[in-house]
């Protein structure tokens, strides 16, 4: 759930455990580049206010990850984005997590985006390697790569789920990175 008292120095721990492949890529995109372009923040940031990050939280979590900005650049630059998405600013509106079908279908990404979906929208060669890398067996990477063939996308990411959580019960088909989150961490509602 979004009880909002998670705290920016256990973003890392969390997205690591829980997250989905999306969201993992995103963050270790910005804990390697220091840096993450306006579609990758707000995919990221978003699913971060979902989770349960607070604004202030939020802020410092984001400062301490672009080290590569001043001071005075992050609060020009950035730091009315973070909180507009937060409805603190314009129209104050809340605005809500990305959905997977929304992240696969629109805003596809460009070089040097990270945003999107993996299953989507990685080489196949890339996906294949970052399955590897995260140690899934050669027999379910191929499945998974079959289904990524078939544009299965949100399969993939089920069967990916089912094999990186092997004591889970059986779960229905993943329809939000928030949704995963909440699975991995044990929190259903229903
Ligand atoms: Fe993220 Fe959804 Fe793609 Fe899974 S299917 S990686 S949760 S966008």
């Given amino acids: 759930g979004s009880g909002g008292d998670l705290k920016a120095a256990d973003v890392d721990m969390v997205v690591k455990q829980h997250a989905p492949l999306c969201m993992q890529t995103l963050h270790n995109a910005l804990c390697q580049n220091k840096h993450l372009k306006h579609g990758g923040r707000m995919q990221y940031g978003l699913f971060l206010k979902a989770i349960g990050l607070p604004i202030k939280e939020a802020l410092s ?5 672009f080290t590569i900005k001043t001071e005075e650049q992050f609060q020009k630059e950035y730091a009315y984005n973070i909180r507009h998405n937060y ?29 999107g979906c993996p299953f989507r929208h990685f080489s196949q060669g890339n996906l294949e390697a970052t399955l590897y890398k ?34 889970h019960e059986k779960i229905s088909i993943i329809e939000h990175p928030n949704t995963y989150y909440e699975l991995s961490l044990g929190e259903t509602d229903d």
């Avoid at 979590?61 to 990850?65: G, K, L, N, P, R």
């Fill in 61 to 65: 979590f984001w400062q301490t990850a």
């Fill in 134 to 167: 995260n140690k899934i067996p050669v027999n379910q990477v191929k499945e998974l790569m079959n289904l990524v063939r078939g544009s299965h996308y949100q399969m993939a990411c089920t069967k990916y789920f089912e094999i990186t959580h092997p004591d």
């Fill in 87 to 115: 409805g603190l600013e314009g129209k104050r509106v809340s605005y809500t997590a990305y959905s997977c079908s929304k992240i696969i279908k629109e805003n596809s990404p460009s070089s040097g985006d990270y945003h």
